[in-house]
Nanobody, 121 residues
Framework: QLQLVESGGGLVQPGGSLRLSCAAS????????IGWFRQAPGKEREGVLC????????IDADSVKGRFTISRDNAKSTVYLQMNSLKPEDTAIYYC??????????????WGQGTQVTVSS
């Protein structure tokens, strides 16, 4: 059974850091691009960062440039989202999703259940 499970969310103060993990099971992560998305209350879901199967990354949200990075460890079947200098506007549910090889929105077919990130003092 193909599954993506996010973890690492929580409550953090502004300026703090969190590292989210997306653990894959039931398929070979090597052949998939993994994207991180987020949805804040009352807002549409937006793409944050994506990493292709070859390791190239794309930034979908200008607001995270210089603060968020994405990486993957295929041996551990896990993709990470490192979030630094967090701001209250980063508060959202963060989801990871898998697409065959490329970071193309229409190709994302498998989704995790999400993990809550709250940035507040």
């Amino acid at each position: 059974q193909l599954q993506l499970v996010e973890s690492g969310g929580g409550l953090v103060q502004p300026g703090g850091s969190l590292r989210l993990s997306c653990a894959a099971s039931g398929f070979t992560l090597d052949y998939y691009a993994i994207g991180w998305f987020r949805q804040a209350p009352g807002k549409e879901r937006e793409g944050v960062l994506c990493i292709s199967s070859r390791g190239g990354s794309t930034i979908d949200a200008d607001s995270v440039k210089g603060r968020f990075t994405i990486s993957r460890d295929n041996a551990k079947s896990t993709v990470y989202l490192q979030m630094n200098s967090l701001k209250p506007e980063d508060t959202a549910i963060y989801y990871c999703a898998a697409a065959p090889r490329l970071c193309v929105l229409s190709l994302f077919q498998y989704w995790g259940q999400g993990t809550q990130v709250t940035v507040s003092s």
